[in-house]
């Protein structure tokens, strides 16, 4: 059981960690949006910058899920 709640108490403060990174870099984010393409108040504004961020969230998470997969190969052939 104690294994089992430190597991758990992990994840949580991971999952905390990782929500307040991803809000810090949705405020840089929104900063240098509003710089690079001035103050775009409005529904469009939010469109665009929401398909921006998703497509770079999209290439992340696609380019890391690759590079896991190369350190997973080379384990196995360890």
Excluded: C, P
């Amino acid at each position: 059981m104690k294994s089992e709640t430190l597991k758990t108490m992990i994840t949580l403060a991971t999952s905390a960690f990782g929500l307040v990174a991803a809000l810090a870099w949705n405020s840089a984010i929104t900063e240098l949006f509003k710089k690079i393409f001035g103050s775009a108040q409005g529904i469009i504004g939010l469109f665009v910058y929401a398909i921006v961020v998703t497509v770079i969230a999209v290439m992340v998470t696609t380019h890391l899920g690759r590079a896991q997969q190369r350190l997973a190969d080379a384990e196995k052939k360890k």
